[in-house]
């Protein structure tokens, strides 16, 4: 699988272990080891990466791939 940078991304959640959390569209302002923050519409979301779906660039990525830190993703490849 191709490193995936998420900063910067536009990203839509499209599955979620949180019904609330299904369709939340932003832009991805911060990526930690289990977590991202999402700026959107209605103010920043904070998602959750094990219990997610997203879309990005009409993809869809299992927010499990996504744990850890953008570093330490890169050193798994």
């Known amino acids: 699988m191709n490193h995936i940078i998420l900063l910067g991304k536009q990203v839509e959640v499209i ?3 949180n019904r609330y959390e299904v369709g939340i569209k932003g832009l991805v302002i911060e990526d930690t ?6 700026r959107t519409e209605n103010g920043v979301k904070i ?3 094990n ?3 997203l879309m990005i660039n009409d993809k ?3 927010g ?7 570093e ?6």
């Open 15 to 17: 599955q979620s272990s």
């Open 33 to 38: 080891k289990n977590t991202i923050k999402v």
């Open 47 to 49: 998602l959750i990466k």
């Open 51 to 53: 219990s997610i779906i």
């Open 60 to 62: 869809k990525i299992d």
């Open 64 to 70: 499990n791939l996504l744990i850890g830190k953008e």
């Open 72 to 77: 330490e993703r890169i050193k798994r490849m």
